[in-house]
């Protein structure tokens, strides 16, 4: 069960490479370097998640009220992929930013959005 | 045990939302359904023990979507994908068929022991044997509350234990949001060069 | 032009951003005690910003905050953050947490933390501003500029 959910993820990361490699329109690109973000995301808390077993699931790592230390460091999911995961988020987004602009740019250059008559020479 | 099924169904509709974002002719419908993916992996996020995350990725999510629409919706664009013959698409998917078995071996390993950890035992607080590195996660949730007197062990990481990387990534969203500007600067500037000429 | 969109629009917009902002910066200032922190914060901010941007037209949307004040406070933000690092100088190395040890706050407890809160309220108006800035920056650019496939030269 647990392999099966890395396999699914990582054909969600494969999924957004074929888009980057080999697709022919800029959106698409952009939309495939999306879910490779979000793919590589997901791979790196699903390293992190604890299970309790018959317990239950694994708590986040927030200690509650009149909670020891000692049992939230038993209780809880690791903290470290997800402190690397949350700024990776918001760098995602200032990457989208970015990508958006240059394709603003290519639109207005070259009227259309399609890399094969982009890559024509001029004159 | 029930977390594992509830988490292969959203990642089964994750992976049919990217295949539709992928594969979509109409761009308008390519944006909606990354937005679907993305929405989805905030679920996965909460089921995961991560809130924090949860909300970024819900906010985010939002936030590109809006870039994204309105990219989209006014420019119209007639790009054709050339016809896909048989010959690329079968070497597309026997590329991605062997990716996948390399994956599946590198994870559940040949006899044993994989190069991941199982799903649901993290490496958390091992001490240094000669398999296994040494985990400085359990130090960091048996700690934090004293040493740094934050209850939130993930933040207690980023702006306590390792806020040297934090002024890093710090410094790369303020170099991608100049990006932003310097790309969109020139027609500005153009704007105004040709308002003061007569 | 267009100037923003329809009444019920504007209305709903004008009551509801307060409230977005607000609500930012305090998943931003208590990221210590419960989940949040201040990249999330930070980007809900930029939300409301973004929000008065597509109810009321880009025009509107600059007499509240103009770009060259994004661009102000996405550097002092910045600044500030890199200046909380080079005070721990003072108390052994960079980035030390100098607060703690001064003023035992309770875990659990706004005040407690030290320089995560000081740090949190430093990320969230940094990336506030910088997103706020870039999109209005990118709210220029609304409609296709050109005519229909007519590539024009540009430099």
Redesign the interface.
């Known amino acids: 069960?647990?392999?099966?959910?890395?396999?699914?993820?990582?054909?969600?990361l494969?999924?957004?490479l074929?888009?980057v490699v080999?697709?022919?329109?800029v959106?698409?690109i952009?939309?495939?370097l999306?879910?490779f973000d979000?793919a590589v995301?997901?791979l790196l808390?699903?390293?992190?998640?604890?299970?309790l077993g018959s317990e239950g699931?694994?708590?986040?790592?927030?200690?509650a009220?009149g909670q020891t230390?000692?049992q939230?460091?038993a209780t809880?999911?690791?903290?470290?992929p997800?402190?690397m995961?949350?700024?990776?988020?918001?760098?995602?987004?200032?990457?989208?930013?970015?990508m958006?602009?240059?394709?603003?740019?290519i639109?207005?250059?070259?009227?259309?959005?399609?890399t094969n008559q982009i890559r024509k020479l001029r004159g | 045990m029930g977390v594992e099924y509830i988490v292969l169904m959203l990642l089964g509709f994750m992976l049919i939302a990217a295949l539709i974002a992928v594969e979509a002719d109409d761009l308008l419908s390519s944006v909606i359904a990354i937005g679907a993916a993305g929405f989805a992996l905030s679920v996965v996020f909460l089921l995961l023990g991560a809130p924090d995350l949860a909300i970024t990725q819900v906010v985010v999510e939002t936030i590109a979507l809006v870039l994204l629409i309105r990219l989209v919706v006014t420019r119209h664009d007639t790009t054709s994908e050339m016809p896909r013959d048989a010959l690329r698409t079968g070497l597309v998917l026997l590329a991605g068929g062997l990716l996948l078995a390399g994956a599946f071996f590198a994870i559940s390993g040949i006899g044993g022991k994989g190069a991941i950890p199982p799903f649901g035992e993290p490496v958390l607080g091992h001490k240094a044997t000669d398999a296994v590195p040494p985990g400085v996660s359990a130090d960091y949730l048996a700690n934090s509350a004293e040493e740094t007197g934050a209850a939130n062990a993930v933040m207690a990481v980023l702006l306590d234990y390792r806020a040297y990387d934090t002024l890093g990534e710090a410094t790369i969203i303020f170099v991608s949001i100049l990006g932003t500007y310097a790309v969109l600067r020139r027609f500005g500037r153009r704007k105004k060069s040709q308002e003061t000429e007569p | 032009m267009s100037q923003g969109m329809t009444p019920i629009v504007k209305n709903t917009a004008r009551l509801v951003s307060g409230f977005i902002a607000v609500f930012g910066i305090y998943i931003a200032l208590t990221g210590h005690i419960s989940p949040g922190g201040g990249f999330a914060g930070g980007v809900i901010l930029a939300a409301s910003v973004v929000l008065i941007v597509l109810a009321f037209g880009r025009e509107t949307a600059e007499r509240i905050i103009t770009p060259s004040q994004c661009h102000l406070w996405d550097a002092a933000g910045a600044g500030l953050f890199l200046a909380v690092a080079l005070v721990g100088y003072f108390a052994g190395g960079f980035f030390v947490n100098f607060i703690t040890p001064i003023s035992k706050g309770q875990v659990g407890k706004l005040f407690s933390g030290g320089t995560i809160l000081v740090s949190n309220l430093f990320i969230l108006i940094k990336v506030a501003a910088g997103l706020a800035g870039a999109f209005l920056a990118l709210a220029a650019f609304r409609r296709a500029g050109l005519p229909d496939g007519h590539p024009k030269e540009v430099c």
Do not use: C, H
């Open positions: 069960m647990g392999t099966a959910i890395y396999i699914l993820a990582f054909a969600v494969l999924i957004g074929y888009a080999a697709k022919k329109n959106i698409k952009i939309v495939g999306l879910v979000y995301n997901l808390v699903l390293v992190g998640y604890r299970s699931w694994g708590k986040p790592p927030i200690l009220e230390p000692a939230l460091a809880a999911v690791d903290p470290l997800q402190a995961v949350l700024t990776s988020i918001v760098i995602g987004l200032g990457l989208t930013a970015l958006v602009a240059m394709a603003i740019r639109y207005e250059r070259y009227g259309t959005f399609d």
